[in-house]
């Protein structure tokens, strides 16, 4: 899974056009931490973009993220699922492909 971090939340709607797995995410956050882990070995064609929920307050009032770590999947904009809390490998891959 290619992961990439946002950089400016300008480009959020863009990036959020292909289908794309959401990571909000905080530096300071222990199970983010472990998320991280987790998505560098999952093995998927679809990206995964980061969002750092402290630098980017304006992206997690607007998709209610009240808890972190939380993944979106994104597909034309659009929010298709959502999961709030940290998922081992398997979960994740469940969450991706079904």
């Known amino acids: 899974m290619k992961i990439t971090y946002l950089e ?6 863009e990036l959020t056009k292909k289908r794309v797995l959401v990571d909000f ?3 300071w956050c ?7 882990g987790v998505l ?4 998927s ?3 995964c973009l980061k969002v750092n ?15 972190i770590p939380t993944v979106i999947i994104f597909q034309d904009g659009k929010e298709i699922k959502k999961n709030i809390g940290f ?10 492909n079904k």
């Open 8 to 13: 400016d939340s300008k480009k959020f709607e």
């Open 25 to 27: 995410y905080a530096d």
């Open 30 to 36: 222990g199970p983010c931490k472990m998320m991280s």
């Open 40 to 43: 560098e070995k999952v093995e």
């Open 45 to 47: 064609n679809m990206e």
């Open 53 to 67: 929920v402290d630098k980017f307050n304006d992206l997690a009032l607007k998709y209610g993220i009240m808890s």
């Open 87 to 96: 998922m081992d490998l398997e979960e994740l891959n469940n969450f991706i």
